[in-house]
């Protein structure tokens, strides 16, 4: 049985208007299919609100769009904002939020998306449009309750911020966005989220992109998405190094948690993460393991390249001066296309702190709200040969490519690809 809070029962019975009804209606079905008992105050949520990625086919007018793709209902709504409670800020979309033409998009998609941006915004929605919101200041708290629709992201913040979350689906964001509810289940339940595996890493592991290998191989090692604690012989962890290794998690796998032993807040001893289990299975992350995962993401042999990606998850700003840092005084070759991908707001500090300068002059771009993975398939037009730096987007990318080369390396290999145009085997 569901029980409801006198405030939760008066947005249900329609006393704060029809439409917060509407999604108090929705989040209450939600909660009924969960199981839930309760529901409980949602203070971050992040989900996008520009045009949707991946192109969900919805009518141009706004209106329209959040009826269907937020709201989920047949009933003519309009949008009118979120709860002054939540902090709602926006995940990845459909166009970069400034030039969309290194990304084969005509303008007149990057203004339908600015449009929808500036009424969001003036519903109450911080406009980002990144996987990593943290680096642009949404920071739920240890304990505090947050939901989102990016899977590296509701990682990130169970794991090593201790917020309490699940990976949600659009419309379950928006109906908490409005509502600031959620269903009380899963993440959001403090025993739910101990550890029941053990992972031991005992390959390489100094690198950020020793990192992104470990989770791609943590992932799909992983047997029925059980939360794992992850211990080894490591040191040198960093919010570049966890937030590569949550990304490639989420790419091969359901896990929503991990717990590192001695790093991670619930996790002081390897014990107080498993929750006083005596017995648990123990899986090791071989360098056996690792050299299998890199295999699969990184075609062999040497080709030309007509499109570089680097920054996924987004870069920081330190990831942005070092991509700058190397690509000064070189040039990216003719027909090449290489984007450095981060946030609005890390590219204006960019901008101000004279790495755009240096980047742009060299050929390159800093892209913003997204990445290739979400911006469909005309970024792939002409393309035969794609350089990338993330296990997620070697993984998922190379499905656009149909018969051509996916090339997965280090941010200073990539750059080196996309001067060349070709990238080389090593």
């Not at 109906?175 to 005992?202: C, D, M, Y």
Request: glycine share 10%.
């Amino acid at each position: 049985m569901l029980k409801l809070t006198p405030y939760e029962q008066q947005m249900l019975d329609g006393e704060f208007g029809r439409y917060k009804q509407i999604a108090m209606e929705q989040v209450v079905k939600y909660a009924k299919v969960l199981g839930a008992e309760e529901l409980i105050p949602i203070t971050k949520v992040h989900l996008n609100m520009g045009i949707p990625p991946l192109d969900y086919g919805v009518d141009d007018d706004f209106n329209e769009a959040f009826r269907r793709v937020y709201m989920a209902v047949d009933e003519k709504i309009r949008f009118e904002g979120f709860s002054p409670e939540c902090f709602v800020q926006t995940d990845g979309g459909a166009v970069d939020q400034y030039d969309p033409k290194p990304m084969r998009h005509p303008q007149a998609m990057c203004d339908l998306n600015r449009e929808r941006e500036l009424i969001s915004a003036r519903g109450g929605t911080s406009i980002v449009g990144s996987c990593t919101p943290y680096l642009a200041g949404w920071l739920p708290m240890r304990g505090e309750h947050f939901v989102t629709t990016e899977s590296s992201n509701v990682l990130f913040c169970n794991a090593v911020l201790g917020a309490m979350g699940n990976a949600n689906g659009t419309a379950s964001c928006a109906w908490s966005a409005i509502t600031g509810r959620g269903p009380k289940w899963g993440l959001h339940i403090p025993e739910n989220r101990h550890a029941a595996v053990e992972f031991k890493v005992e390959c390489r592991c100094e690198t950020p992109q020793d990192w992104d290998v470990i989770g791609y191989t943590l992932g799909r090692m992983s047997k029925l998405n059980k939360i794992p604690v992850l211990t080894g012989e490591f040191h040198g962890l960093d919010i570049i190094r966890l937030k590569r290794m949550f990304s490639a998690i989420a790419t091969t796998s359901g896990l929503e948690m991990l717990h590192i032993e001695g790093f991670t807040p619930e996790a002081p001893t390897k014990e107080a993460a498993l929750g006083g289990k005596t017995d648990w299975p123990v899986y090791h992350i071989t360098q056996e393991e690792y050299d299998e995962s890199f295999r699969r993401l990184c075609d062999k042999g040497s080709a030309p390249v007509q499109l570089v990606s680097c920054g996924c998850p987004h870069y920081t700003l330190q990831e942005i001066r070092d991509c700058a840092n190397y690509i000064q005084g070189k040039h990216v070759k003719e027909g090449v296309t290489l984007i450095f991908w981060t946030n609005a707001s890390i590219r204006e500090a960019a901008r101000l702190s004279g790495y755009l300068d240096t980047i742009e002059a060299a050929g390159a771009t800093i892209g913003t709200n997204g990445c290739p993975l979400v911006q469909g398939a005309a970024c792939y037009e002409g393309v035969t040969g794609m350089a990338v730096d993330a296990a997620k987007q070697a993984h998922y990318n190379r499905s656009y490519l149909k018969d051509g080369h996916m090339f997965y390396g280090t941010m200073e290999q990539c750059v080196d690809a996309a001067v060349s145009g070709v990238w080389e085997e090593r």
